[in-house]
């Protein structure tokens, strides 16, 4: 089976670097998914690793280590609008999220 | 426009009264997912479906029935909900569960309040 631990809460100012990890324990998957929700909202596509390494999308990365069973999500730049939870997913047939983030960003 | 559609957005019922939320996608997707939301809990799907009449439970079935007669139609079937089905619902689909990415496209949410 899977579980994905992740922080529930996350303070940051605006323009400033936030990472928010992911730790999972899974006998395996296809890759580690990254969404972002707000308030109200559906979930939307943030960013995928299916190898270890560094993803990087505009101002968004997402980094994986398989060995470590762990992942990151990095936010740079932040902006008033990143305010919003954060999921880590994996996949393998079927699909596990983590409980979720919570990302606020003030002025 | 490429986009997951379903309905109801909104519905309040009464236990035992059997019901059924739609959902749509019409990006030729193969992979097709229902996920519940709950505060604290994140997002725990329910079925999915890798493919027309290839369907498989996820992590919390109990309670719902899902078909797949159609590629781009995936209903949920609730037969006899009860309370502890209240909770905000999602479909999603993505183009497979085997490619290099894992963009899955969610629909705008159904709302279901059981009394």
């Known amino acids: 089976g899977q579980s994905l631990e992740q922080p529930s809460e996350v303070t940051a100012v605006e323009g400033a670097i936030v990472q928010i990890n992911c730790t999972y324990q899974?006998?395996?998957?296809?890759?580690l998914s990254w969404y972002q929700q707000h308030d109200g909202g559906a979930p939307t596509f943030l960013s995928y690793?299916?190898?270890?390494g560094l993803e990087e999308t505009g101002r968004f990365s997402s980094f994986l280590s398989r060995s470590d069973s762990y992942g990151y999500l990095l936010l740079q730049e932040l902006q008033m609008k990143d305010s919003a939870s954060y999921f880590c997913?994996?996949?393998?047939?079927?699909?596990?999220f983590g409980a979720g983030t919570r990302l606020t960003v003030k002025p | 426009e490429a986009q997951v559609t379903q309905n109801p957005r909104y519905l309040i019922t009464v236990t035992g009264k059997k019901l059924t939320v739609t959902c749509s996608q019409n990006?030729?997707?193969?992979?097709m997912s229902w996920y519940r939301q709950d505060p604290g809990l994140g997002l725990r799907q329910i079925y999915y479906?890798?493919?027309?009449?290839?369907?498989d439970k996820g992590d919390v079935p109990e309670g719902y029935k899902v078909s797949r007669k159609e590629k781009r139609n995936f209903p949920l079937i609730l037969e006899s909900p009860s309370p502890n089905q209240t909770s905000l619902y999602f479909c999603a689909s993505s183009l497979s569960f085997r490619g290099s990415t894992d963009t899955q496209y969610f629909g705008p949410g159904t709302r279901l309040t059981v009394l």
């Open positions: 990006m030729n997707h193969e992979y």
């Open positions: 899974t006998s395996g998957f296809y890759g």
């Open positions: 690793n299916a190898l270890d």
């Open positions: 997913a994996v996949r393998e047939r079927d699909m596990r």
């Open positions: 479906s890798m493919n027309v009449e290839v369907t």
